[in-house]
Each structure stands twice: as C-alpha cells, then as structure tokens.
C-alpha cells in the first residue's frame, strides 16, 4: 500500500517570493503522482500529475513538480506566489491500477504582502 | 458543464436517523469514489467504484455504505450516523486511473 509525507503542515510565503512544497511516498509498485489544490470552501482542483516521462511536469498556475524516483519525492514549485494562491495543497498518489487513490495531509500555503 | 454534483452542501443530523448523502456526475466516468476530510487527517477514502455494479472498500469503510446501479450516481448512505461522521465529504470521479480525479464541492455533515 501506498502512503504519502507531506512534511510542512503550514508554509507562510511573501508575496512574489518563490516556494517550495515538499511531498515523499512511499510505494512498492510504480505510481502515478498527483498535486491538489483546495481554496477556502471549495473542492480540490487537480494542480498537475505525473503519468510518466520528462520529471519535470508543469501545471496550472504557474505551478511545475519534479518526480525523483531515487527520492521517492515529487515536490511542487513557483517561482514566485501570488496572494491569490493561499490555498491548501494536497499531494496523492495512486498505483497503476488506479485502486489505491491515497492523499498526504495537505500543506497550508499561506502569501503574505 | 463538465461537473461532480454533491447534495446536499450542508446537513446536521441527529444520531441514528439514516441520511443519503447523493453524488452524480455528467462526464461519463467509470471511477467514482468518497472520500473524508478531516483537520490533520488529510483526505481518506471510504468506497470507491470502477464501474456500475463494482464498489470496493477504501480505507474507513465503517459505517457507511454505497451503491453504483447507474454509472453517473454513486450515492454514500450512513445507516445509522454516528458523531464520529461529522466531517466534510466529498464525491470524485475519474474516467480511467491516471486522469487524477475531479471532486464535487463537498458536503459538511454534522452529527448531533
């Protein structure tokens, strides 16, 4: 079974500043990786996902994630955040079979001005 | 619009009284899946479906139940709630395993 760390339960930013999101799995089979963002009472809208491929995968918003398989990790970037991106941030993970969907705790990205 | 419809978006509760939490999407998808939120706990998943007639157990199945008779509704049923159900609930869908899933807006039950 699959399980996912996401290490920084909160992360303050200032605006324009870049930012960092840390997510690690933990899985015996090949996956499928995934970035989540939620706004204030609303449902998650899918970020970006790694299916296979370039590492490098690039998202909506401006938001890109790098898969390192010698990590286990698939962190998630911007160069430089918005006050409008003051979200939570989930990172998932899902085996091949699509049967096992897990999320990590989430991140709460707060940008400050 | 291509969309995950959840109803209702708000419900309290008494204990025991049975309530239907129901979840329909227009986008034709074979996967379909309830998930729990709660502070600290991220996300977990209750009953998912691969297709009509197909419901498998998540991760916290206990104490609710699910069915799939047509393809576009995956309703989430709590027999007998309890307060340890409050927590907001969502609905997904997906077409096939790696599309990721697309989540319906989320109903927060309260359980009195």
């Known amino acids: 079974a699959q399980s996912v760390t996401q290490l920084d339960s909160q992360v303050p930013v200032f605006e324009e500043a870049p930012v960092e999101l840390r997510c690690n799995y933990s899985?015996?089979?090949?996956?499928?990786l995934f970035w989540y963002v939620q706004y204030p009472n609303q449902g998650l809208q899918l970020l970006l996902k790694?299916?296979?491929?370039?590492?490098l995968v690039k998202g909506i918003n401006g938001f890109e994630a790098e898969f390192n398989k010698s990590q286990t990790s698939f962190h998630l970037r911007k160069p430089s955040v918005h006050i409008s991106d003051t979200a939570e941030y989930f990172c998932?993970?899902?085996?091949?079979?699509?049967?096992?969907?897990?999320f990590g705790p989430g991140t709460r990205l707060s940008v400050l001005p | 619009e291509a969309q995950v419809t959840q109803n209702p978006r708000y419900l309290i509760t008494v204990t025991g009284k049975k309530l239907t939490v129901t979840c329909s999407q227009n986008?034709?998808?074979?996967?379909m899946s309830w998930y729990r939120q709660d502070p600290g706990l991220g996300l977990r998943q209750i009953y998912y479906?691969?297709?009509?007639?197909?419901?498998d157990k998540g991760d916290v199945p206990e104490g609710y139940k699910v069915s799939r008779k047509e393809k576009r509704n995956f309703p989430l049923i709590l027999e007998s709630p309890s307060p340890n159900q409050t927590s907001l609930y969502f609905c997904?869908?997906?077409?096939?395993?790696?599309?990721?899933?697309?989540f319906g807006s989320g109903t927060r039950l309260t359980v009195v």
């Open positions: 997904a869908s997906s077409f096939r395993d790696n599309y990721g899933y697309t």
């Open positions: 899985s015996s089979v090949s996956v499928y």
């Open positions: 790694y299916l296979s491929g370039s590492t």
């Open positions: 998932a993970v899902s085996d091949r079979d699509g049967q096992n969907f897990v």
């Open positions: 986008m034709n998808h074979e996967y």
């Open positions: 479906s691969m297709n009509v007639e197909v419901t």
